[in-house]
């Protein structure tokens, strides 16, 4: 069931209705119910791999929290990660294991064929696993005691709006707010209709627009070259961000619907004056899932420099496997655990000046860095993106041909290039607002009539703007 269809349409009016005419006992068991329907409308077989990973996770935590002896609980904590991830390597990582073995035996003139699974990857399988993972791991480390209700614990697990692409949740932040009684807060609940307006407006408008075209290049990428692949390539990096994003907005504004606040993952990350500045405003769940239980763990920045780089190196690699069973993600990964070396050796920060001519200077470099490490996330394999990077500039010589040749490729003129500028620009004036402050705290100030001008006009210009060619949101594939 998409965010962005007309079943969730109905869907969540009824649970949002039911879930607060219901007397306070009988809300958590809505909360399930309504999370594993959400999640069987895609298929109802995947309700046994949510089941599983939740009945193993569930029941380690208990006996971790039984068991005194730290070898004991180490044993358990293994169990528990081996079946999570050997179920997660199974459906999304065995096809490509065997044919890069297979591959790499053929190098070494071995003849293998490689064996393969005919599986569907279950939509959110990597989001609900890892959230589970950090759960034990927390568990194990003595940070958050064992959940002992079932229901409560397997709410927490599927709970519907952030269940197929997060925000990665901690049980320390969500666990809890599950279990809490909750009186309607009709301030919270506003802020959620505005959040998830906001994300309507990013997934409909910008998203699903921009992959028009970035679709119709990057799937027949060889029958394109010069302008179109560089405009492409930048339209697919605001692309990814406000598909994304948008889920991601959408999903908090619905949690709040119900008395719930998920975690922010996402703090205008393209207004980044350096690559580590940007991975602590892009999936900030992730990122920060990866900093607690990979980073630190090997030793973080507490080593000597080889090793830390190494651990930076390590940790980029595994969140580019994590993002999909590819080389393209992998080597996505590594160039961003490249670029962090290169930053931390040249002493640049974290955080820097914006009253400063220079930080736009930055910001504008960075943001050209990630589109052309975009390039290996979107392009469907190495030599497609090998091809993209030798042939993006051709033609260049001759900057009119150079932009007629692109402008006929995507068929974009004047009038749609302007209607895609405000698309943009709205988006970016958003993000650098947002910067300082609350932006719909700012609208929330305004006088009556003002707000409401606002949020009629946004909701009219998502109705009349929206593509016709509406898509499912990119992450449902990781």
Request: charged content about 15%; aromatic content about 18%.
């Amino acid at each position: 069931m998409l965010f962005n269809s007309l079943s969730f349409a109905v869907f969540l009016p009824v649970v949002f209705g039911l879930y607060w005419l219901l007397p306070e006992r009988f809300r958590i068991w809505l909360l399930l119910a309504a999370s594993y329907y959400f999640y069987m409308s895609w298929n109802v077989s995947y309700i046994l791999l949510i089941l599983f990973v939740t009945l193993v996770s569930y029941g380690g935590s208990l006996c971790m929290e039984k068991r005194e002896d730290p070898r004991g609980r180490k044993l358990v904590l293994g169990v528990v990660i081996v079946s999570c991830l050997g179920l997660l390597f199974v459906f999304k990582y065995f096809n490509f294991a065997s044919q890069s073995l297979s591959r790499l035996c053929s190098l070494a003139a071995i003849p293998l064929h490689p064996a393969t699974l005919k599986l569907m990857l279950p939509v959110g399988i990597s989001f609900y696993t890892f959230q589970t993972m950090s759960y034990v791991i927390d568990v194990y480390r003595g940070d958050v005691k064992a959940e002992h209700s079932f229901v409560a614990y397997a709410a927490f697990v599927s709970f519907f709006p952030q269940l197929v692409a997060g925000p990665i949740e901690r049980s320390r932040n969500l666990l809890h707010q599950i279990k809490e009684k909750h009186m309607f807060d009709y301030g919270l609940a506003c802020d959620g209709m505005k959040l998830l307006t906001w994300g309507f407006f990013k997934k409909l408008v910008v998203a699903d627009n921009l992959a028009v075209y970035v679709d119709n290049i990057y799937n027949d990428i060889h029958d394109y070259q010069g302008l179109s692949l560089l405009v492409a390539t930048v339209f697919f990096a605001f692309q990814i961000y406000c598909d994304f994003s948008g889920y991601s907005d959408i999903a908090k504004g619905t949690a709040n619907l119900f008395g719930i606040r998920l975690m922010s993952n996402f703090k205008s990350p393209y207004f980044s004056a350096s690559v580590r500045e940007f991975w602590s405003r892009w999936h900030i769940s992730l990122s920060t899932w990866f900093r607690d239980y990979v980073y630190i763990p090997m030793g973080g920045s507490r080593v000597n420099k080889i090793r830390h780089y190494r651990n930076l190196l390590v940790t980029f690699l595994v969140s580019g496997l994590w993002h999909g069973a590819s080389w393209t993600f992998v080597f996505w990964g590594g160039i961003h655990g490249i670029l962090q070396i290169a930053e931390h050796a040249m002493g640049i920060g974290r955080n820097s000046d914006r009253k400063k001519g220079s930080w736009w200077l930055r910001v504008f470099c960075v943001f050209l860095i990630n589109c052309f490490a975009w390039i290996f996330f979107r392009a469907n394999s190495l030599q497609d993106a090998g091809y993209i990077f030798s042939h993006m500039f051709i033609g260049i010589a001759n900057p009119y041909l150079y932009v007629i040749q692109a402008c006929l490729d995507l068929n974009i003129w004047i009038g749609r290039a302007f209607q895609l500028s405000i698309y943009l620009l709205v988006l970016l004036a958003y993000d650098y607002i947002s910067l300082k402050q609350d932006v719909w705290a700012l609208v929330g100030r305004q006088k009556k009539l003002i707000r409401w001008l606002v949020y009629f006009g946004l909701v009219t210009f998502i109705i009349m703007n929206r593509s016709v060619e509406p898509s499912e949101f990119i992450y449902f594939q990781f």
